[in-house]
């Protein structure tokens, strides 16, 4: 089967965590992939982790919420690899504050990142993924955007809008052959179960028994092969879904 071999994909915020692990499992199944993130020496990092591994891989600073970011990331993607064929909107931030503690200011930076950075990067890739006759855009959500939880009503609300967002653009581009999903995870071994985990005075360990009923939380290589498969041919008949990579936690707890 096809898979992503020769694809062209970009992932965003894959400098570290869940990106990180998933532009390597893209370029170990033969894609061609433009590492996207601020942070520059994680994207350095992981790029070299590619290339050295024997993958193909570009860096790109690259800040999700500037309109003229995207487009020289995708000017630049064009002009190293010609086309581009799938777009991982993973670059997110994350923060658990009450509703009088968060201020407008943090509450405009993580729309900005969270949705903005998603609205903007398909404005601007899907006309490249016309060009070659249809994609796939996979947008990180989170099992924050399916259900309510205390001190979320920032980072909450950004996920669902990333939810519903995903389904609109299927609907819109589906008849340009262009599959839009997204990927709700629920806490992964990454920064940000560090922060749960420091705000709800739990261990992982014991994090993972809370949320999941395999007693463990996800590690980012189970929220990767679920991005690569959505991104392959083999998934052609999916958009406008949502994949739930939460170990059951949703549906039992």
Request: proline share 2%; aromatic share 6%.
């Amino acid at each position: 089967m096809p898979g992503v071999q020769n694809k062209v994909v970009i992932v965003t915020g894959a400098g570290a965590g869940i990106g990180a692990a998933t532009a390597r499992l893209f370029a170990s199944k033969g894609a061609n992939v433009v590492v996207t993130d601020v942070n520059e020496e994680g994207g350095q990092e992981t790029t070299e982790a590619i290339t050295k591994a024997g993958g193909h891989a570009i860096f790109i600073r690259q800040d999700v919420s500037s309109e003229q970011g995207w487009k020289d990331a995708v000017a630049t993607t064009v002009s190293a690899f010609g086309g581009i064929d799938v777009l991982v909107n993973n670059a997110g931030i994350y923060f658990i504050r009450s509703l009088e503690d968060t201020t407008l200011e943090a509450f405009n930076k993580l729309m900005s990142i969270n949705v903005t950075g998603t609205w903007l990067g398909a404005k601007y890739v899907v006309p490249e993924l016309r060009k070659r006759g249809g994609g796939s855009i996979i947008n990180l959500s989170s099992i924050a955007g399916l259900r309510g939880s205390a001190n979320h009503t920032a980072y909450g609300s950004s996920k669902g809008a990333v939810r519903l967002m995903t389904k609109d653009l299927a609907a819109e581009l589906g008849p340009d052959n262009i599959r839009v999903n997204s990927v709700h995870p629920t806490y992964v071994k990454t920064q940000m179960a560090d922060q749960g985990a420091a705000a709800s005075g739990l261990s992982l360990e014991e994090m993972g028994k809370k949320f999941s009923p395999l007693g463990r939380l996800a590690e980012v290589d189970d929220i990767a092969n679920m991005i690569v498969f959505l991104a392959a041919d083999e998934s052609s008949y999916l958009t406008g879904s949502e994949f739930i990579v939460d170990g059951g936690g949703t549906s039992v707890f």
